[in-house]
């Protein structure tokens, strides 16, 4: 079965400095691993996806994340942090060939303060 | 495009009660499927539909009903409304049913089950 983890319920950071956001996944095969921002009362915003090729992967509003296949893990960065960042961040796996369910982790609160 | 749509965004039902959740998307995505949403612990699948005529189900489908008689249309039926059915559900497509790709997701659904 596939799984994700998301070890931080809530990651701090202050403006201008850089942020990662934490992810491991569990697939028996190869995954397709994807990132998601949720602002309040609001739905699912895609941000970047990793599918094959290059380990980094670069997404919307400066995001990026850096697949590592020995450590199972997809972490989300960013080199400098906005106020406007702050929002729930969802890690995403689903295994090539494995059919079409998407599991989620359990999300991370990022809060960027002045 | 007005992208995913989602109706009601507020509902209040008492237990016994049944109701339908209305999506709608106007991309022209064959994949479309429900999740809810609970506090720590991510989205959950509860059925999605890879096109019109095909349903399947997905991690937590007891309780609910869906059918794709369009591509456009994907509505969620609560049989018999339960306590344990408050939440937050959201509707989400993709252009296919190709693992790689990213999901589309609506405003969301906000049910409260007395």
């Known amino acids: 079965a596939q799984s994700v983890a998301q070890p931080e319920d809530q990651v701090n950071v202050a403006e201008g400095n850089p942020l990662t956001v934490k992810c491991t996944y569990s697939v028996s095969g190869n995954p397709y691993l994807f990132w998601y921002v949720q602002y309040p009362n609001r739905g699912l915003q895609f941000l970047l996806k990793y599918i094959t090729g290059d380990n980094l992967v670069k997404g919307s509003y400066g995001f990026e994340a850096e697949f590592n296949k020995s450590q199972t893990s997809f972490h989300l960065k960013k080199p400098s942090a906005l106020v406007s960042d702050s929002a729930l961040y969802f890690c995403a796996v689903r295994e090539a060939g494995g059919g079409n369910k998407l599991t989620f982790g359990t999300g991370t609160q990022l809060k960027v303060e002045l | 495009n007005a992208g995913v749509t989602q109706t009601p965004k507020f509902q209040v039902l008492k237990t016994g009660q049944s109701m339908t959740l209305q999506c709608a998307q106007d991309m022209n995505h064959e994949y479309m499927s429900w999740y809810r949403q609970d506090p720590g612990m991510g989205l959950r699948l509860i059925h999605y539909?890879?096109?019109?005529?095909?349903?399947d189900q997905g991690e937590v489908p007891n309780g609910y009903n869906v059918s794709r008689s369009t591509t456009e249309d994907f509505p969620l039926r609560l049989l018999s409304a339960a306590p344990s059915q408050t939440s937050v559900y959201f509707c989400a497509s993709s252009y296919s049913g190709t693992q790689n790709a990213e999901q589309y997701f609506g405003p969301g659904t906000r049910l409260t089950v007395t």
């Open positions: 539909s890879v096109g019109a005529g095909i349903t």
